[in-house]
């Protein structure tokens, strides 16, 4: 059973920072994401980590300010958001999908089979 949660949401100011933290389980995996989605919205995405390779793509309004990366056991995923803005409020989700250990940027929602609950983060001015 798959199995992704996530967690390390929360209320900050503008211009603070925060870390999200995605747990994974239950088979091994091509590419891990993250996606938000604020309200009246579609869910769009943020960034994504290549497992094979290493390789990360970050949406833009986002580059330069988030940061994807993994721990030594490649159990779990992070989001390190720096330099956060009102408009980044939004539910960010995780997700994963497998796959052969090909190098393929996956920025659709609808080509990841796997996701988490889902953590609030809220960003005021």
């Known amino acids: 059973q798959v199995q992704l949660v996530e967690s390390g949401g929360g209320l900050v100011q503008a211009g603070g920072s925060l870390r999200l933290s995605c747990a994974a389980s239950g088979r091994l995996f091509n590419t891990m994401g993250w996606f938000r989605q604020a309200p009246g919205k579609e869910r769009e995405f943020v960034a994504l980590?290549?497992?094979?390779?290493?390789?990360?793509f970050y949406a833009d309004p986002v580059k330069g300010r988030f940061t994807i990366s993994r721990d030594s056991g490649n159990n779990t995923v992070y989001l390190q958001m720096n330099s956060l803005k009102p408009e980044d409020t939004a539910v960010y989700y995780c997700?994963?999908?497998?796959?052969?250990?090909?190098?393929?940027?996956?920025?659709?929602?609808?080509?990841?089979?796997?996701w988490g609950q889902g953590t609030q983060v809220t960003v005021s001015s």
């Open positions: 997700a994963a999908r497998g796959g052969s250990n090909s190098v393929i940027y996956y920025t659709a929602s609808a080509l990841y089979p796997y």
């Open positions: 980590l290549n497992l094979p390779s290493g390789r990360t």
